[in-house]
């Protein structure tokens, strides 16, 4: 089974700030996805991603297969960012994504 | 489209009792899931059916939880009984194919006393 680490779990930026989200996973994956949550509990699919980097925005997401590695960044952030964020990865094509805990982003005005 | 509708969104109960979660998944897609997710463990795959059928069920905790799908535009998650340690949000997501961008439903706040 795929293990699927984050970090930070908990971030606290000033608004205006470059905010950097990473995830690890143990195991080579078919496709990882950034989902964000907000504090009212809905989930948001931001991105899929197999490879290279996608860009929405303000919003960024890379992964880099070789080193099993995904890092979210969001630039000039604000306040309304504050939200959950979760990666989560499936290891081939019918597999169940595997979710890492989150990172708790808060950004201050 | 609505996007996925869940029911009801906040569901208290006391341990014994039979708790009955709705979702409707999005007009025309194949997939639909179900999650659920507590603090200590974060978001779970429970089950998923594809074209109204379970595909796989191994995230079901236990005998107590059930899904069915009965129509493309319908499914409903059972726990019975119910227990405190079921306490959680659910969430329904659907996806148009199974590799593809699925989308969540409001998620269903279950509290069990």
């Known amino acids: 089974k795929n293990e699927v680490e984050q970090s930070p779990q908990n971030l606290t930026a000033q608004e205006g700030e470059f905010i950097t989200i990473n995830c690890s996973y143990s195991?080579?994956?078919?496709?990882l996805h950034w989902l964000q949550q907000h504090p009212g509990g809905g989930i948001v699919s931001l991105f899929m991603l197999s490879s290279g980097k996608k860009k929405h925005g303000r919003l960024i997401a890379t992964i880099n297969i070789q080193e099993k590695h995904s890092s979210l960044h969001i630039t000039a952030s604000h306040p309304r960012d504050s939200a959950v964020y979760i990666c989560a990865v499936r290891n081939s094509g019918n597999t169940p994504l595997v979710f890492g805990k989150g990172t708790r982003l808060s950004v201050i005005a | 489209d609505a996007g996925v509708i869940q029911s009801p969104r906040h569901e208290v109960t006391e341990m014994g009792q039979e708790v009955t979660l709705r979702c409707k998944p999005i007009s025309g897609h194949d997939y639909l899931f179900w999650y659920r997710q507590t603090m200590m463990r974060g978001l779970e795959l429970l089950i998923y059916f594809n074209n109204n059928v379970p595909i796989d069920d191994s995230g079901m905790p236990e005998d107590r939880f059930s899904a069915k799908m009965p129509n493309a535009s319908f499914s409903t998650l059972k726990i019975q009984p119910s227990e405190p340690r079921d306490s959680a949000v659910y969430f329904c997501a659907s996806s148009l194919r199974r590799q593809e961008t699925q989308y969540f439903g409001p998620g269903t706040r279950l509290l069990v006393l």
């Open positions: 195991v080579g994956i078919s496709a």
